[in-house]
C-alpha cells in the first residue's frame, strides 16, 4: 500500500536547482532508502516533508492525500547535524522534546523510561548532554526520534560516528519499527547498511532522480554475467577460460585452491555453463557474482556525469 508520495517535485534555490521533477513512492512498513552523493538534493527533499521548506511545484502526499502541517506530529525525523543543548540535563531535554511532539508528560516519561532502559541509558538521565560521549549523544537523539511512536520516520545517516556494536543495535531496533507498523525513509552513503535493511531505493543525482527500484530488482538488472569458481586441480585452469571464450577477471591461488572469476562474451544457460566446465576441472565452488549496491551506486552515478568522470 502507498503510504507517502511525492509527484514531480522541483525546489529553486538562488538560481540552483535542488530539485528537478523528483517523484518517489514509499510503501506502508517498508524501508525506503534515499541515496544520492553528496549535493544531489536528498536533504532538500527531507526538509520537504518534514516542512521545513516547501516545493516550488509539485505535489507531497502523505496518508493518500495532501500533506498537512498537523502531520507533523506522525513524523519523526533523525537529522545527519545533532542537535541536543549541550547545557541541558538528558532527561530534562528528552522530556522536552517528546511534549514537543505532543505526548502527555506521563505518556513520555513512561515512553522516555522504557528506551532509555533498553539502551541502558538511565544513570545518564541527570547528566548535562556534554558530560555524554559522541555515541552516547546520538542515542539520546535517536530515542527522542522514535519516543512518540511516529508513523514516518526519517534517519539520516543514523550510524555515523556509532562503534560497530553500537551501529548493529540501532540497525536491529530500526527493524523491530518497521516490524511494529512504521514506515522508514532512510538516508545514508553506506551502501552496506542499504542492503541490509532497505526494501526499496531511490537514487538522486544533481537534482534529478536516476534509479528507483526494489533492491534485488535493481540488482540484478545490473549484473554482468560474472562468475566466480574455485578449483581444486593441480594444472592452471586459466588457459582453460581463454579456449572458451570467458574473459578473465580475477585469478587467485590460496594453497591448492584456485578461485577464478570470469565474464561470460555470448550468452548460455548457467547449467551448461557449469556442465562444460565440470568436464575439464573438479568444482569446488561455483556462483553468479551479483554486483553490490555500492558498485551500482557507482557505475549509476558515473555514467550519470561523463563529463566529470573524463575531467577526472
Known amino acids: 500500500m502507498e503510504f507517502f508520495k511525492a509527484t514531480n517535485v522541483v525546489k529553486d534555490y538562488a538560481g540552483h536547482r535542488a530539485l528537478d521533477k523528483v517523484s518517489i513512492e514509499v510503501g506502508e512498513q517498508s524501508i525506503f532508502g534515499l541515496l544520492g552523493p553528496n549535493g544531489a538534493g536528498k536533504t532538500t ?4 516533508i518534514n516542512q521545513i521548506t516547501a516545493p516550488d511545484e509539485g505535489e507531497v502526499q502523505l496518508f493518500g492525500r495532501q500533506l498537512r502541517s498537523t502531520d507533523i506530529q506522525h513524523i519523526g525525523y533523525l537529522p545527519e547535524e545533532r542537535g541536543l543543548y549541550k547545557k541541558m540535563k538528558v532527561g530534562e531535554q528528552a522530556l522536552y522534546l517528546a511534549q514537543l511532539k ?5 505518556d513520555a516519561l513512561k515512553g522516555l523510561r522504557y528506551w532509555f532502559e533498553k539502551f541502558e541509558i538511565q544513570p545518564w538521565w541527570n547528566k ?4 555524554l560521549s559522541k555515541g552516547m549523544q546520538q542515542k539520546v537523539q535517536f530515542i527522542t526520534t522514535v519516543v512518540h511512536q511516529p508513523k514516518l520516520l526519517i534517519f539520516d545517516e543514523p550510524f555515523s560516528g ?3 556494536i553500537n551501529a548493529n543495535l540501532l540497525k536491529n531496533e530500526i527493524l523491530k519499527l518497521k516490524e511494529n507498523g512504521a514506515t522508514i525513509i532512510f538516508s545514508t552513503h553506506n551502501m552496506a547498511s542499504v542492503e541490509e535493511i532497505c526494501d526499496h531505493i531511490a537514487l538522486i543525482n544533481q537534482s534529478k ?3 528507483d527500484g526494489p533492491i534485488d530488482t535493481i540488482k540484478e538488472q545490473y549484473k554482468q554475467d560474472v562468475f566466480e569458481i574455485e578449483t581444486t586441480v593441480a594444472h592452471d585452469v586459466t588457459a582453460e577460460f581463454s579456449r572458451n571464450g570467458f574473459q578473465l577477471i580475477d585469478y587467485e591461488l590460496k594453497g591448492h585452491v ?3 572469476k570470469f565474464q561470460l ?3 548460455i544457460p548457467t547449467n551448461a555453463l557449469l556442465r562444460n566446465l565440470m568436464e575439464k576441472m573438479d568444482i569446488r565452488s561455483f556462483r553468479e557474482v551479483i554486483p553490490s549496491m555500492n558498485e551500482v551506486f557507482i557505475q549509476v552515478v558515473e555514467q550519470a556525469n561523463p563529463k566529470k568522470q573524463a575531467h577526472a
Do not use: T
Open 265 to 267: 562474451n555470448n550468452e
Open 209 to 211: 532522480k536516476i534509479l
Open 45 to 48: 527533499l527531507i526538509r520537504i
Open 258 to 260: 584456485q578461485r577464478v
Open 162 to 164: 556509532f562503534d560497530p
Open 128 to 131: 548535562k548532554v556534554e558530560e
Open 102 to 106: 505532543g505526548l502527555s508528560r506521563h
